[in-house]
């Protein structure tokens, strides 16, 4: 390391470059990696396409920048939150990107579907709940016993669904009820009441 300065052979290309062309490790003599930084990005690409794995290419971002690898696009960093646990101190993904995140996760989890799915069931329900048929579609409808999805309803029609149980009997009491046709019990001894089928 004395004859050659300031700088470093790397042991894989071989060539002579700058000690800021290396990577820091504390457990070597001089406290850098064995090999330059593309030598070592390189090492790395090629042992997880071997695994089977894809490695994200890195692209070239001016200063002040960072890009999303979610929308893949460039942006300011006054468009990243600011995150004290990562290498550049920004978030991994931008502002934008983040907001969606929990909301296309959770209707992954939960209803198994993904958001372009959902988008696809609003538009065919031409943009209102299938129910009042004024209100936007905005909340999943699905069945608790089986969880498949049944379309998508407005807040109100949705929850009116879950607080009469799901069941379809019940719902049509509610209907009738609403109808004027009340269904009240008919008292055919003390204590004894019967139903209307």
Not at 80 to 97: F, H, I, K, P, V
Not at 98 to 107: E, K
Request: glycine share 6%; charged share 25%; with cysteine.
């Amino acid at each position: 390391m004395s004859e050659l300065g300031d700088a470093k052979r790397c042991s894989r290309c071989q060539r002579v470059l700058e000690r800021e062309a290396f990577a820091s490790n504390r457990s070597t003599s001089d406290g850098l990696q064995a090999y330059c930084r593309s030598c070592a990005a390189d090492y790395y690409r090629q042992r997880q396409e071997a695994k089977g794995r894809a490695v994200r290419v890195k692209v070239p971002v001016p200063r002040g920048h960072k890009r999303c690898p979610q929308c893949e696009e460039v942006k300011a960093h006054s468009e990243w939150e600011q995150n004290a646990a990562t290498s550049d101190g920004y978030a991994s993904y931008c502002r934008q990107c983040r907001a969606t995140r929990p909301q296309q996760s959770y209707c992954k989890r939960k209803y198994g579907i993904t958001m372009a799915q959902r988008d696809e069931m609003i538009s065919s329900q031409m943009g209102v709940c299938v129910i009042c048929l004024s209100a936007p579609a905005a909340h999943v409808d699905h069945c608790h016993e089986t969880g498949r999805v049944r379309g998508v309803l407005c807040f109100n029609c949705n929850s009116a669904i879950g607080k009469l149980g799901d069941d379809p009997d019940t719902l049509r009491r509610a209907t009738a009820y609403l109808e004027g046709n009340a269904w009240k019990p008919t008292l055919v001894a003390p204590g004894v009441c019967r139903l209307p089928s």
